[in-house]
């Protein structure tokens, strides 16, 4: 069982959808999580980081749930520009990165 | 403020050859992370600097794979002989001691084809 999993999707949705990805982790010793957005044929960047109070960054809003050992991101209003691979991340003493789930937003 | 630089940005080689990649973090960062991705999966840890010193590369194939981080700034990963297996990006990443080594800057690659 990998450490950290997703759904790989694709999440294929209309311009102006809210889409939810889900992501399950099973190292209770983790300490932090992320959420990195992938374009196609680039690196990994830093999307926004998940706390348990749960954060929001504009149209995004990510939530962990140590209990259940479960990290969501939740896209409002999606963008063209969304489309992308959205990788959970988890640390203990390195990155360890799920497989992704990819976003395509159509017109 | 120039980020993680890396060569080449594409790589095709046959198998049994070898192979060299180069990075150079972002300046000031004493951090230098190494990482595999294979097609339709999330980046996996290579090899992990602290200045100089590798301090965590035991997902490092070392029958083929050696890195070096000579003077704690550039490193070259280094694959011989390469096999069709190691077809992948290669990620070189960086990020500030100490707390902050939770936020990793990713270069943008280098992408091997061994045919």
């Known amino acids: 069982r990998k450490e950290v999993e997703q759904d790989p999707g694709p999440f294929n949705v209309p311009e102006g959808a809210t889409v939810a990805f889900n992501c399950t982790y099973s190292n209770s010793a983790s300490q932090s999580f992320f959420w990195y957005r992938q374009d196609c044929r680039k690196e990994p960047k830093l999307l926004m980081s998940v706390y348990s109070s749960g954060n929001e960054d504009g149209r995004f809003t990510a939530q962990l749930n140590r209990a259940s050992q479960y990290i969501s991101l939740l896209i409002r209003d999606s963008k063209l520009s969304d489309s992308a691979t959205y990788l959970c991340v988890g640390y203990t003493d390195k990155l360890i990165f799920g497989t992704g789930t990819r976003l395509q937003v159509f017109p | 403020e120039a980020g993680v630089v890396q060569s080449p940005r594409y790589k095709i080689i046959e198998k049994k050859q070898p192979v060299a990649f180069w990075c150079n973090p972002i300046?000031?960062?004493?951090?230098l992370y190494w990482y595999r991705q294979n097609l339709g999966q999330g980046p996996e840890l290579l090899i992990r600097y602290e200045n100089e010193e590798a301090v965590d590369d035991s997902q490092l194939p070392k029958d083929r794979f050696s890195a070096e981080r000579l003077k704690g700034v550039d490193s070259t990963l280094k694959i011989q002989p390469a096999e069709l297996g190691d077809s992948a990006v290669y990620l070189c990443?960086?990020?500030?001691?100490?707390?902050?080594?939770?936020?990793?800057?990713f270069g943008p690659g280098t992408r091997l084809l061994v045919l």
């Open positions: 990443a960086s990020s500030p001691a100490g707390w902050d080594q939770e936020t990793q800057y």
């Open positions: 300046s000031g960062h004493n951090t």
